[in-house]
């Protein structure tokens, strides 16, 4: 067995959200093969681990994927299926890279379940021991490392008005709404930086009506995308100030998240990338990942790191390079023992983030 052996038998169960038991003892089995104790949590993420004791390093990867089914194949030194990216892949080069983990301290790998949707595989693991530093399993590239991911605020925001004759003078809720979400485009306009990563963004990405009701009513659902150095709380008070008065609901919250280069987890990542040849790129992404959450709760050391090209994220074009999955298995095995080597120092990290 080798990692495309591991990678093929990972995707090989389809595992959107919801339905990820079979593909979780897949984990198990491939994780006991390897020599890793495992076992599956009472959340149903997977969980494996080698060595024991400090320090614990924590590889939290997740194991559903979104809806889709795809034939997994194995073409011209490719594995496609659903999921080999996003993210499979990072699970596999972690297993393969962590086989010989030895410590000192423990190496822990959660296959975490729901990433997609409501991240509920992280959330448990929140209630449970700290880890010491935790590398989350997200493609950035063999060669890259993710340091920085945007939060998130979702929005609904309702309109309702007394219904008129459509050749009235005043507006309808509709007419509201559309007013409504250009003076957020306003507000956004006003946010702009030098780079997208550090600038706030907002799409639209629902609207109903409901015309010809007493009163009538529109409803428009927004995604807010915040950079470092505004909290959620932020971004929605901005919004807040907008003309139009709707009744504002949020539908979710993720804080923004950022580590500095000189992050433990980030040096030993991009220390290793060297090792094999390669020349590191430090990733800032406008999507989300269970980074955002983990981060801010546990303060510790951290970054996003694995194979593949996140431009292939959800497609039907997903596939991963046999020759990636090997040297993120390499760069992984290296970023670990310096982590784990006798007197590291494994401390809180300056974090750049939102407020809770």
Do not use: C
Request: no cysteine; glycine share 10%; aromatic share 6%.
């Amino acid at each position: 067995m080798d990692e495309a052996d591991v990678l093929e038998r990972l995707v090989a169960p389809y595992s959107p959200s919801g339905a990820e038991g079979p593909a979780v003892s897949v984990f198990v089995s491939l994780a006991r093969s390897l020599g890793y104790r495992a076992r599956v949590d009472r959340v149903g993420n997977g969980v494996a681990e080698r060595g024991r004791g400090r320090p614990e390093l924590l590889f939290l990867g997740h194991i559903d994927t979104v809806e889709g089914e795809r034939a997994v194949r194995r073409v011209r030194g490719r594995i496609h299926g659903r999921g080999v990216v996003d993210a499979k892949g990072a699970i596999a080069a972690a297993l393969w890279g962590g086989r010989a983990f030895v410590g000192p301290g423990t190496f822990r790998i959660v296959a975490a379940v729901g990433e997609e949707t409501d991240s509920r595989g992280a959330h448990h693991l929140l209630s449970g021991r700290r880890p010491d530093a935790v590398i989350v399993g997200e493609p950035s590239g063999w060669q890259g490392v993710t340091i920085g991911y945007k939060g998130e605020l979702r929005l609904e925001a309702t309109f309702r008005g007394r219904r008129t004759h459509y050749a009235s003078p005043f507006p309808t809720a509709a007419d509201r709404a559309v007013d409504w979400i250009d003076a957020i485009r306003a507000v956004v306009a006003a946010r702009q930086a030098e780079s997208p990563f550090r600038s706030l963004s907002a799409k639209a990405i629902g609207f109903e009506s409901r015309p010809g009701q007493d009163p009538e009513s529109a409803l428009v659902t927004v995604d807010v995308r915040i950079p470092p150095g505004l909290s959620t709380r932020d971004a929605e008070s901005l919004l807040s100030q907008a003309p139009g008065q709707p009744s504002l609901r949020v539908l979710s919250r993720v804080e923004p998240v950022e580590v500095p280069r000189t992050d433990p987890v980030v040096m030993a990542l991009t220390t290793a990338v060297r090792g094999e040849r390669g020349v590191p790129t430090l990733w800032r992404k406008s999507g989300t990942s269970d980074l955002n959450l983990v981060l801010p709760v546990w303060r510790v050391p951290g970054a996003a790191y694995g194979p593949g090209d996140a431009r292939l994220d959800h497609t039907d074009r997903e596939s991963l390079s046999l020759a990636e999955l090997r040297k993120a298995a390499a760069v992984l095995r290296a970023a670990l023992h310096a982590l784990a080597r006798p007197g590291i120092e494994v401390a809180t990290p300056r974090l750049s983030a939102g407020g809770p």
